[in-house]
C-alpha cells in the first residue's frame, strides 16, 4: 500500500492535474469568500426591509437594466469581429462569466476564456469567441478610465481629502496602456511579438491567429456607447441606495465611490476585490458627512444591486442547466426533510423545539393531531419521497395533498408566510416535473386494499362504538352516550388527538391502544395498496409476431443490430398506424429499445411518437439504446436528450491489405500461428453436434478462465439452435481441435457483414482473434461484401463535450481501471477500422441517467 501511494505521488505532475489543482483553488477562494462575507449577506436582508420599497425595486430594475447592457456589449463585441448571437446567449454568457469571475485568480481577465454551451452549439470559432471577449474586457476597462479621469478629477478640486484618489486612476491607465502596447505589438509583429516568437514559436502562431481579425469601428463604438450606460448605472446604484435609506444624497459621493470600487475589482487578482471594496466604499461615504451606520447601509444596498443580484443570477444561470434534475430531486427532498422534522418533532421534542423545526411542517396544533399520528404521517412523508424518486404516481398526488395542506394550514391558520413558502416552492417544483410520475399503482391492489380498508373499517369502529357504549364507567370516568361512543371511536381511529379521553384504568390504556393499532393496521394496508406499483413483465411473442417481424426486418431492416430484435429476451411492439415494430426490453421502470423502430424511413418519427405514448399510458419510458447518430432526427420532435456511449467500428474492404508496412506487425503475428501449425477454416451452416459441443467448451472456458458473463439485448449468448444455422469461422491446432471461433450472424444493413461472439481457449496462441479477423475479411470479400462492421467500443469517442454525463464517462475511461479494458477492445479494432460512428442513448432528462445504469444492467442479463 505505501509503496503505490509512494509511486503515486512521484508520478504526480501539474501538467498532468492542472485542471484538478484549479478546482481546488477555486472551491477554497469560494470558501474564504463566502466565509468572509456572511456578516454581509447577513446584513443584507435587515436594510433591504429598512429601505423605501419603491427605491429598492427602482435599484433591481436598474440592475436588470445593467445585466442587459452587458449583454448589449457583448452583442456588440460579437458584431466589431463579424459574428451573430442573440442577446439572451449574450446575457447568459455576461451571468455565467460574471459568476466565475468572483472565484477565479485575476478573474475580470480570466472569467473572459469561458465559453457557454450556446456558444459552442452555434460552432462558432473559439479564436473569434477569444477575440470577442477580449474586445468586450478591454472597452469595459477603457469606459471605466473615460468616466473616471472627469470624476477624480472634479473630486480632488473639490475634496482636498481625496488628493491620492487619482493613484487608483493612474494603475488604471497603465493597465490599459500595456494592454494596448501588447496588441499593437502583437498585430505589427513588433516588440515582445518577436521575443516571444524566438522563444515560444507555437504560442506565436496561436496568437497570430487571435489578433489577425479586423475589427468594425461601428459596432465597436456601439460597445463603447453600452459600457458608458454600464458605468452610469453603477452610479445610479449608489445614489438609489441614499434615496432609499431616506439619506441625504450627494451624487459626487456616489460617482467616487462607484469608481474607486469598480478599479479596485479590476486590479484586484483574488475575489472581485473582497473587503477592500466595502471598506473603501465606507470611508468614502463617512468623508462625505455620512455616519458609519449610514455609509454601511449605502454600501450594502450598493453590494446588493452591483454585485449580490447579478451573482444569484449567474447562479441560477448555471443551475438552469439542471433544471429537470433540480425539479425531480427537490420535491422528495423536501418531502424527506418534513418527514425527519415530524419525527424529531415526537421522538426528541427538546431538539424540535431549539431548532424551530415544528414551524416548517403542517401546522398539526390545527387538526388536533397526536403524537402517534404525527409519528405516522413523518414515516410517511419519508416513504412517500422514497417512490417520489422511483417516478410513482400515487406519490406525487400524496406530495401534492400534503404541500397544499401544509400551504393552506400556514397561511390561514398560523400566518406563517415564510413557512408556507417551502411547501409552494414543492408544489412548482411538482407541477414542472408532473410527467416525470408514470409508475402507475395496481390496480388488483388498490381494490383489494379498499375492500380490505372499509371492511375493516366497519368492524373496528362497530367494535368501538360498542365497547364505547358497553365499557364501565370506572375506565374512563364517563357513562358514554351512543353519539359520544361514535366521536372517540372516529378521533382513535384517525388517530386524532383526545383530550377528553382520559383513561383511569390499565385496562382503558390497553383499550385506546388496541383501538390506535387496529386503526394504524388499516391505514397502512391502504398505503401498502396505494402505493404497490403495477408489474409489467416481458411478453413471449407468438409465431405469428415473430414471422411478421422477421418479414418485416426483410423489408425494412437496416442495422447490424436488427438479428438481435427477434431475440427470446425481446418484446415487440407493432405499430397500429404503420408497417413496422419496436423490439424493447423492461427494466424497473423504463422500456428499453434496442437501436430504434424497424419501419418505413419516413414513419419511424411517427412510429417513436407512438411508442413514447404507449409507455406513457403505461407507467414506463422509453429509452433508446445504441441509436446511430443519422437517426437523431427521428427524436427531436419529443425533446429526448441524448448522450455518446460508444463508437462502432467499420471496415471498407476494398481497403484492407495485408501488404505495406502499416500490417507488418499483423502479418508477424499471423505467420507465427501458421507456423505452429494452426489453421483457421470457415464451416459452413447447417453445423453439426460434434462441432457444436466444442464451441461449448470453448465458450465455457472463456467465460470461466477470462472471468466473463454472458450477456444478452444488443449481442446474443452461446445458443446451440442458432449456432447451428449459422456459418462459424474456427481457428484449428495441428490435432484438427478448434482453439478460437467466430460466428457469422445475419447483418440488415446493405452490404455489409458482422459477426456476433468471437471466443478462444487458454490453448489458443496469441494473435488468434486476429486470424479469425482476417479470415472473416476474406469471407465477406467472396461475398461481394462492402463493409466489416466490428461491433461497438463502450465509452469511447467521447472528445471536447458540455454533457456532465458524458464528462464522467470520460473521466471513468481515462481514469479508472475498471474501464481501461475498452482501450484494449479499441486498439484492438483500430488496426482493422477504417471509420468510427458514434453510438447514443437517448433518455428524457437527466434523473433518468442516474438510475439506467442498473436498469442497463438488467436488460442486458439472460432470462434465468
Known amino acids: 500500500m505505501a509503496k503505490t501511494i509512494a509511486q503515486r505521488i512521484r508520478h504526480f505532475s501539474p501538467k498532468t492535474y492542472w485542471k484538478e489543482l484549479i478546482a481546488v483553488l477555486v472551491i477554497l477562494l469560494a470558501f474564504v469568500f463566502f466565509r468572509n462575507e456572511r456578516k454581509e449577506l447577513a446584513a443584507i436582508i435587515p436594510h433591504l426591509c429598512a429601505a423605501n420599497l419603491t427605491w429598492v425595486l427602482v435599484g433591481v430594475g436598474i440592475t436588470l437594466v445593467y445585466i442587459v447592457l452587458q449583454g448589449l456589449m457583448y452583442v456588440q463585441s460579437f458584431k466589431a469581429i463579424g459574428l451573430s448571437i442573440n442577446l439572451r446567449i449574450a446575457i447568459d454568457l455576461f451571468l455565467k462569466r460574471n459568476l466565475l469571475s468572483v472565484f477565479l485568480p485575476a478573474g475580470g481577465i480570466s472569467s473572459l476564456a469561458y465559453t457557454t454551451t450556446q456558444l459552442r452549439k452555434r460552432n462558432l470559432n473559439t479564436t473569434q469567441i477569444h477575440q470577442a471577449g477580449a474586445l468586450y474586457g478591454y472597452v ?12 477624480i478629477l472634479y473630486t480632488i478640486w473639490h475634496n482636498k481629502n481625496f488628493g491620492d484618489a487619482w493613484i487608483s486612476l493612474v494603475v488604471l491607465g497603465l493597465l490599459l496602456g500595456v494592454v494596448f502596447w501588447l496588441v499593437w505589438s502583437f498585430r505589427t509583429h513588433k516588440g515582445v511579438y518577436r521575443w516571444v516568437e524566438l522563444k515560444f514559436p507555437a504560442v506565436a502562431s496561436n496568437i497570430d491567429e487571435i489578433f489577425s481579425g479586423e475589427v468594425k469601428l461601428k459596432y465597436l463604438l456601439g460597445t463603447m456607447l453600452a459600457s458608458m450606460v454600464v458605468e452610469c448605472c453603477g452610479i445610479a446604484h449608489a445614489f438609489v441606495s441614499m434615496y432609499a435609506l431616506g439619506l441625504d444624497h450627494s451624487f459626487e459621493a456616489a460617482a467616487i465611490a462607484y469608481t474607486v ?44 444591486f452591483e454585485f449580490w443580484l447579478p451573482l444569484v443570477l449567474g447562479l441560477l444561470a448555471f443551475a438552469w442547466r439542471g433544471k429537470q434534475l433540480l425539479a425531480r430531486i427537490g420535491p422528495a427532498l423536501l418531502i424527506f426533510f418534513l418527514g425527519m422534522v415530524n419525527l424529531v418533532s415526537v421522538l426528541t421534542p427538546p431538539l424540535a423545539d431549539r431548532m424551530k423545526l415544528d414551524r416548517f411542517y403542517l401546522p398539526l396544533e390545527a387538526i388536533h393531531a397526536s403524537k402517534f399520528m404525527v409519528l405516522v404521517l413523518g414515516l410517511g412523508l419519508l416513504v412517500t419521497s422514497a417512490y417520489l424518486i422511483k ?40 407541477a414542472v416535473s408532473y410527467k416525470q410520475y408514470r409508475i402507475k399503482s395496481n390496480i388488483r391492489w388498490v381494490r383489494i386494499g379498499f375492500i380490505t380498508f372499509f371492511v375493516a373499517l366497519l368492524a373496528i369502529c362497530l367494535f368501538d362504538v360498542l365497547s364505547f357504549y358497553f365499557i364501565d364507567k370506572q375506565h374512563f370516568g364517563v357513562d358514554f352516550t351512543w353519539r359520544q361512543s361514535i366521536y372517540h ?171 505495406g508496412k502499416e500490417r507488418k506487425s499483423l502479418r508477424n503475428g499471423l505467420n507465427a500461428i501458421q507456423k505452429k501449425g494452426f489453421t483457421t477454416e470457415v464451416l459452413k451452416a447447417p453445423q453439426e453436434k460434434a462441432i457444436i459441443d466444442q464451441l461449448r467448451i470453448i465458450s465455457n472456458e472463456w467465460l470461466k478462465e477470462f472471468d466473463k458473463k ?75 461484401y462492402v463493409y466489416l462492421n466490428l461491433g461497438m467500443v463502450p465509452m469511447t469517442g467521447l472528445g471536447a463535450t458540455d454533457s456532465p454525463a458524458e464528462k464522467i464517462m470520460k473521466f471513468a475511461s481515462t481514469r479508472l481501471g475498471n474501464f481501461k479494458h475498452y482501450h484494449s477492445l479499441r486498439d484492438f479494432k483500430e488496426k482493422y477500422a477504417t471509420f468510427w460512428e458514434n453510438k447514443y442513448l437517448i433518455f428524457d432528462n437527466d434523473f433518468d441517467l442516474i438510475q439506467l445504469p442498473v436498469a442497463l444492467v438488467k436488460v442486458m442479463k439472460p432470462n434465468e
Open 391 to 430: 417516478g410513482f404516481r400515487i406519490a406525487f398526488w400524496i406530495a401534492v395533498a400534503f404541500s397544499a395542506l401544509s400551504l393552506f394550514g400556514h397561511v390561514f391558520k398560523a400566518l406563517d408566510y415564510e413557512e408556507a413558502s417551502v411547501a409552494l416552492l414543492t408544489l412548482i417544483l411538482l
Open 710 to 784: 454472458e450477456m444478452v439485448f444488443s449481442q446474443g449468448m452461446f445458443d446451440e439452435n442458432e449456432l447451428i444455422l449459422q456459418d462459424i469461422i474456427v481457428l484449428k491446432n495441428e490435432q484438427n481441435t478448434i482453439v478460437a471461433f467466430l460466428n457469422i450472424i445475419p447483418d440488415y444493413a446493405k452490404d455489409e457483414c458482422t459477426y456476433d461472439m468471437i471466443r478462444k481457449s487458454l490453448d489458443a496462441p496469441g494473435g488468434s482473434m486476429d486470424a479469425l479477423i482476417v479470415e472473416l475479411i476474406a469471407y465477406a470479400k467472396a461475398k461481394k
Open 140 to 151: 469595459g476597462l477603457l469606459t471605466v478610465f473615460l468616466i473616471g479621469v472627469p470624476v
Open 261 to 304: 470600487s469598480v478599479v479596485l475589482m479590476i486590479v484586484s487578482p483574488f475575489l472581485r476585490g473582497l473587503g477592500a471594496v466595502e471598506l473603501t466604499m465606507l470611508y468614502i461615504f463617512k468623508a462625505y458627512g455620512y455616519s458609519q451606520a449610514e455609509g454601511l447601509g449605502i454600501t450594502i444596498l450598493y453590494r446588493a
Open 489 to 659: 371511536t372516529a378521533r382513535s381511529f384517525l388517530l386524532f388527538a383526545d383530550d377528553d379521553l382520559m383513561p383511569q384504568t390499565a385496562f382503558g390504556q390497553e383499550f385506546l391502544r388496541i383501538t390506535q393499532v387496529l386503526g394504524l393496521f388499516c391505514w397502512l394496508l391502504l398505503i401498502y395498496a396505494l402505493a404497490r406499483p403495477r408489474l409489467l413483465a416481458d411478453e413471449d411473442s407468438s409465431q405469428s409476431e415473430l414471422e411478421r417481424a422477421e418479414q418485416l426486418l426483410i423489408e425494412f431492416g437496416q442495422s447490424p443490430m436488427d438479428f438481435f430484435k427477434l431475440g427470446k429476451d425481446k418484446s415487440l411492439f407493432f405499430s397500429e398506424v404503420s408497417e413496422g415494430f419496436t423490439a424493447y426490453r423492461l427494466a424497473n421502470e423504463f422500456a428499453i429499445v434496442l437501436d430504434e423502430p424497424v419501419c418505413e424511413q419516413g414513419d419511424k418519427e411517427e412510429l417513436v411518437q407512438e411508442f413514447d405514448q404507449y409507455c406513457y399510458a403505461n407507467g414506463l419510458k422509453a429509452i433508446y439504446y445504441r441509436v446511430d447518430e443519422n437517426s437523431l432526427v427521428h427524436f427531436s420532435s419529443l425533446r429526448k436528450q441524448k448522450i455518446t456511449i460508444g463508437q462502432e467500428a467499420v471496415l471498407e474492404l476494398e481497403t484492407f491489405k495485408l501488404e
